[in-house]
T-cell receptor, first 108, second 113 residues
């Protein structure tokens, strides 16, 4: 079993829908990243969280350290949000451990 | 200017060859990484360097040898390439340990035939 589990693995929705992607982890962490990987392959860090909640535009990320759970929400989803979203935890000081990714497709 | 740049972006080579992938970051970061993304798109750490010192070596075959001539560069040399080495290799950097954003290169697509 992976130390970082994401759900769902695949998600298809209509433009405008509210999207939630979940991440659960089983190890002690110092922080958690949400990453976005577009079809072209580049990876961008969307958020880095160690507690609470962060918001950037239509994206919101939350983390509950006690429950070892994080969620990424997208409000008013758009086809350009279609990508793979990856949860990654920082284990110890250096090591990133990745979830398997959630492939999101937003249809117009 | 690209913050983390990798070359080459695409590499097709025959089994048994030796190849290198170069990585440079212009962010002044202390920590650099190599990650491998397999055909199922699962990312896994290979190496981590902090100020030119090897910090993490994740049970990678010793055919893979990272080299960090200075803290802005982390190159990956692969000897005796095998079919299973075909993957996308990502270089990344962070300002330090703990809670810092991570910046990825665009990836190097390696195909071994």
């Amino acid at each position: 079993k992976n130390e970082v589990e994401q759900s769902p693995q695949n998600l298809t929705a209509q433009e405008g829908e509210f999207i939630t992607i979940n991440c659960s982890y089983s190890v002690g962490i110092s922080a958690l990243h949400w990453l976005q990987q577009h079809p072209g392959g580049g990876i961008v860090s969307l958020f880095m969280l160690s507690s609470g909640k962060k918001k950037h535009g239509r994206l919101i990320a939350t983390i509950n350290i006690q429950e070892k759970h994080s969620s990424l929400h997208i409000t008013a989803s758009h086809p350009r949000d279609s990508a793979v979203y990856i949860c990654a935890v920082i284990k110890g000081a250096q090591k990133l451990v990745f979830g398997q990714g959630t492939r999101l497709t937003i249809n117009p | 200017d690209t913050a983390v740049s990798q070359t080459p972006k695409y590499l097709v080579t025959q089994m048994g060859n030796d190849k290198s992938i170069k990585c440079e970051q212009n962010l002044g970061h202390d920590t650099m990484y190599w990650y491998k993304q397999d055909s199922k798109k699962f990312l896994k750490i290979m190496f981590s360097y902090n100020n030119k010192e090897l910090i993490i070596n994740e049970t990678v075959p010793n055919r893979f040898s990272p080299k960090s001539p200075d803290k802005a560069h982390l190159n990956l040399h692969i000897n005796s390439l095998e079919l299973g080495d075909s993957a996308v290799y990502f270089c990344a950097s962070r300002a330090g340990t703990g809670g810092y954003h991570i910046y990825f290169g665009e990836g190097s697509w390696l195909t071994v035939v």
